[in-house]
């Protein structure tokens, strides 16, 4: 069987979804040999991006492998794999689990231990071959695997956006599959993985959609590896897996405050008029005019005091200047602000008008030639004392 890319949307080749779920993209192949799927398999790892290195931590994107091949012999076959070995040892951000007792990853020749799990079962180096020599794996006891994702490196649960993985020995058809669940446990869909006798499979999953995996099961053939456990289908039919390949695994994404108004100095703020306060007295003063004149035209002065307030609020959300806020803080900038608020309200109570203003109602606030230049700034009108 030649490779082929599917996709799942067009042609529901080779898999079947249990539940609804968005856009996914099927890269599905299978063949007597690693040609035979090597293609679709790298036009998977193209889909998902660069390979990344197995070091701790989320990079912003790309992909992530395991083709088990470098795992030393004290933790290979016969010996078990630890489940976290590709979070801890080497990380990748997978730990695995199974209803069975453990997991193992078969032998080299090299080490003289049977290859291709011939230390379970003679009969089984016939029936397997690689794709990335030398070494498979499996879950032991069961022919479930269970892979949860995590910011390689950390206990910090992490969700992926594709996994896919190779196959050896699939035989039947619509019994080994992927299936795939959110962080809630929600199904995300379940793909069945192409058949070929004594050969290669490969299925990945794309999502691209914005769903997001957090646990992918795998489901080997109709029965756990044993010395007993001939591979014989349809009755019993054995599978292992080959290199796993998927999205990297990233953290739950926490939105970071784009401000957080933290008074910095306010013991140590200085309320005289610096070169700074002038500026920041410049733009507050051109703005408030912009502002207030714009709002009281149209809206009146009640708009205006809310128009005010909330630029305010925004100015402090986007990270308003020191120089301003100290400003505000200090004895200076009170008094200039209480002058103001006289002047506004003076105005208010003329409607509006500048040449209105009361000046009885502007002297309660501002004495200084500071206050008057002002009071010219923000209210437009120049005040004799
Ligand atoms: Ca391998
Ligand atoms: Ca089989």
């Not at 699939?170 to 793909?191: H, K, P, Y």
């Not at 200039?336 to 040449?355: E, K």
Request: glycine letters at 10%; a neutral charge.
């Amino acid at each position: 069987m030649r490779s082929r890319l599917v996709i799942a949307a067009l042609l529901g080749l080779g898999f079947v979804s249990s539940t609804a779920f968005g856009a996914a993209v099927v890269y599905s192949a299978s063949g007597a040999d690693p040609a035979s799927i090597v293609v679709t398999v790298d036009q998977y790892r193209t889909a998902l991006g660069t390979l990344n290195p197995n070091v701790a931590g989320s990079f912003p994107s790309g992909r992530r492998e395991i083709n088990w091949d470098g795992v030393p012999d004290a933790l290979s076959a016969p010996n078990n794999l630890p489940a976290d070995f590709f979070n801890v040892n080497s990380p990748r951000g997978v730990v695995f689990s199974t209803p069975g007792t453990g997991f193992q990853v078969s032998s080299t020749v090299a080490s003289g231990v049977p290859v291709r799990f011939g230390n379970i079962n003679v009969t089984y180096p016939n029936i397997f071959q690689t794709f990335s020599p030398q070494r498979l794996f499996t879950a032991l006891g069961s022919n479930v695997l269970d892979i949860n994702f995590f910011v390689p490196g950390s206990n910090t649960p992490a969700t992926t956006s594709g996994f896919g993985a190779v196959f050896t020995d699939v035989d039947l058809a619509s019994t080994t599959s992927i299936q795939f669940f959110d962080g809630l446990g929600n199904g995300l869909g379940i793909f069945f993985v192409p058949a070929f006798n004594n050969g290669l499979s490969f299925i990945g999953v794309l999502f691209n959609a914005g769903e997001r995996v957090a646990r992918v099961r795998i489901t080997n053939g109709n029965a756990p590896l044993g010395p007993a456990t001939n591979d014989n289908p349809p009755g019993v039919d054995v599978v292992v897996m080959d290199d796993f390949i998927y999205s990297e695994p990233q953290g739950v994404v926490t939105s970071t405050p784009t401000s957080t108004v933290t008074p910095t100095s306010t013991a140590t703020a200085t309320p005289t008029n610096t070169a700074a306060d002038r500026d920041a007295d410049e733009h507050r003063g051109h703005y408030a005019d912009q502002h207030r004149d714009s709002d009281s035209d149209q809206h009146g002065d009640s708009d205006s005091d809310q128009h005010r307030d909330s630029d305010s609020d925004l100015d402090r959300r986007n990270g308003d200047s020191n120089a301003r806020r100290w400003r505000r803080r200090s004895s200076a900038g009170r008094r200039s602000d209480s002058f103001c608020r006289h002047a506004r309200i003076a105005r208010a109570r003329s409607g509006g008008r500048r040449s209105a203003l009361d000046p009885a109602q502007v002297e309660q606030a501002g004495t200084g030639k500071a206050d008057r230049t002002r009071c010219r700034r923000s209210c437009g009108r120049t005040r004799r004392n």
